[in-house]
């Protein structure tokens, strides 16, 4: 073959590659699809739920409000997901007041395996340093003998800071300056915020939508909210589904699923439906 031939064959090669990646790239892009998040741990047996009264300047809030969403919220779960597919999702409430937690640890209480805690407002040193969260929820199961979640829940938020969060982790390193003008949340946003870390808890993530899409599918795991307007704290079918993946239809103690970093809710556009993949 000669030079020219071998000349030709090259600009052939490099603009066919080209072309391959751009399609690539191109295809990827137009099929993007929205994303529900899983945790990858599994409650191997029905979880205890533990509620830690709050200290003493919230107990008035907590008797009269507190105490009741958090039962509602957990009771919620239970029936919603027992209602679903029939298994087993039922839970176990403990309480625990202020004095027997307030100087322990997690590992003080080995009989829980999710924690549910209250603070008056988010200062970014006490489990998260991003300032924005109004929950957040950690978990450490590394330990067979304990293996648990833990939800904190913030009371009180400034209405000046537009952008507020729900976290998992909650590793963001936020330098925002925050109002000293905190109001107190509303009950519907208390709620959504407890519903909302309760699912983490129980091992799904957040819902990651394609922006360059229009998203129309209900989901309780979107990441943020504007805590002083109208929240909803329902329980969608799509949160449902993804915590049946996780643990199939038989709940805890029963044969789980497989677990992957996330599901595809990919749209079916012959009955306007969407599944998971």
Not at 6 to 13: A, C, F
Not at 67 to 95: H, P
Not at 223 to 238: H, R, Y
Not at 248 to 267: L, M
Request: proline share 4%.
């Amino acid at each position: 073959m000669n030079e020219s031939s071998m000349d030709r064959t090259e600009k052939v090669l490099w603009v066919s590659m080209i072309i391959t990646l751009f399609l690539f790239f191109t295809i990827n892009y137009a099929f993007a699809e929205d994303q529900i998040e899983i945790l990858g741990f599994e409650h191997s047996t029905n979880p205890n739920i533990c509620i830690m009264e709050p200290d003493p300047l919230l107990q008035e809030r907590y008797n009269n409000e507190l105490l009741k969403a958090t039962y509602d919220s957990v009771r919620t779960w239970e029936s919603e997901l027992t209602s679903y597919t029939g298994g087993n999702w039922s839970f176990d409430i403990w309480e625990y007041e202020y004095e027997q937690h307030f100087d322990k640890m997690t590992y003080d209480f080995p009989n829980c395996n999710i924690f549910i805690e209250y603070r008056e407002y988010n200062t970014g040193n006490d489990g998260t340093n991003n300032k924005k969260a109004l929950g957040y929820t950690s978990f450490d199961f590394s330990k067979s003998w304990h293996k648990w979640s833990y939800i904190m829940v913030y009371l009180k938020a400034s209405e000046t800071n537009p952008h507020i969060s729900l976290c998992i982790g909650c590793a963001e390193n936020d330098e925002m300056v925050l109002s000293l003008e905190r109001k107190d949340l509303p009950h519907d946003t208390i709620k959504r915020i407890i519903m909302h870390e309760f699912g983490h808890a129980l091992g799904i993530g957040h819902y990651i939508y394609d922006t360059n899409n229009a998203n129309n599918i209900p989901s309780l795991m979107y990441p943020t909210m504007d805590p002083f307007k109208a929240n909803s704290s329902n329980i969608e079918l799509l949160d449902l589904e993804a915590l049946t993946m996780i643990y199939t239809k038989d709940g805890f103690g029963g044969q789980h699923g497989f677990s992957p970093y996330y599901y595809t809710i990919v749209e079916n556009q012959n009955n306007k439906g969407w599944f998971l993949e």
